[in-house]
């Protein structure tokens, strides 16, 4: 049996009496060489503090629910492993810049509402196809690294432009609407264009890349804004569709 010790950030805002952020330290417990720190936190949840609130939901790295600061970055609980942190304490945190909820759980509904502001389906203005609209493998390649975005929102979280513009897309959004520009299936060219061509959209980026060291997947948000940029002026230019 191994113990490692995890220090939280508690608030609930909603407290009246207790409203501030606080710190509060637990030991867990386990066995093995396994621990991730999401089963850290149930341990806790469970056995030591029902307050204790979190999100989760698949547990494979996969729905991003589970996205926190955790030891100084951004991180999916479920996908660390305490060991690989190396670390006596384990120090978890909420997403910052964020309105908080409770714990570690941040509202996600302004990041979801600009997330379904860019269109984020395929568009097709043509009639359906009497069969299934094949790709290449060099088209497929195109899409492969904006669809494995898991809306996590840690790119969101870290991004600067973001905290100082409150109408700003944001990194995930826009990495997404890249996702659909470059599918060749796609045919919304100019429908989608003014959502994301303006200076609440891909010219409130300013190049920090905050976004490419916070996302968990290891994912290029800002390479997909700048294809985004040089897509809008040789429309501009050539009047190009895509």
Same mark, same amino acid.
């Given at each position: 049996m191994s113990d490692i010790k995890f220090r939280l950030k508690r608030q609930d805002p909603r407290d009246k009496e207790n409203p501030e952020a606080h710190w509060e330290e637990y030991t867990v417990k386990y066995e093995g060489e396994n621990l991730t720190v999401l089963e850290g936190l149930f341990y806790i949840q469970e056995s030591l503090d029902p307050s204790l609130s979190f999100r989760y939901g698949c547990g494979q790295s996969i729905c991003g629910s589970c996205a926190m600061y955790i030891n100084g970055a951004y991180r999916l609980a479920c996908q660390t492993n305490v060991k690989h942190l190396a670390a006596d304490v384990i120090t978890v945190a909420p997403m910052p810049h964020l309105p908080l909820i409770k714990d570690m759980i941040v509202d996600m509904d302004d990041f979801f509402a600009k997330y379904e502001q860019i269109k984020p389906w395929l568009i097709?203005? @043509? $009639?359906? $196809? !009497?069969?299934? %609209?094949?790709?290449? +493998? /060099?088209? +497929? /390649?195109?899409? !492969?690294? *904006? @669809?494995?975005?898991?809306? #996590?929102? @840690? #790119?969101?979280? @870290? #991004? *600067?432009?973001?905290?100082?513009? !409150?109408?700003? %897309?944001? $990194?995930?959004? %826009? %990495? /997404? +609407?890249?996702?659909?520009?470059v599918d060749t299936r796609d045919e919304a060219g100019r429908e989608r264009m003014p959502d994301w061509d303006n200076e609440r959209g891909v010219y409130r980026c300013h190049t920090i890349m905050n976004c490419v060291e916070a996302c968990p997947k290891e994912l290029n948000p800002t390479e997909g804004i700048e294809w985004l940029k040089r897509a809008a002026v040789r429309r501009k230019v050539f009047r190009r569709a895509k």
């Open positions: 097709r203005n @043509s $009639p359906d $196809p !009497e069969k299934e %609209l094949i790709q290449s +493998a /060099k088209d +497929a /390649k195109k899409i !492969e690294m *904006p @669809s494995d975005c898991i809306l #996590c929102g @840690s #790119c969101y979280s @870290s #991004c *600067p432009s973001a905290w100082g513009e !409150e109408n700003y %897309l944001g $990194p995930a959004a %826009l %990495l /997404k +609407a890249y996702r659909f520009e």
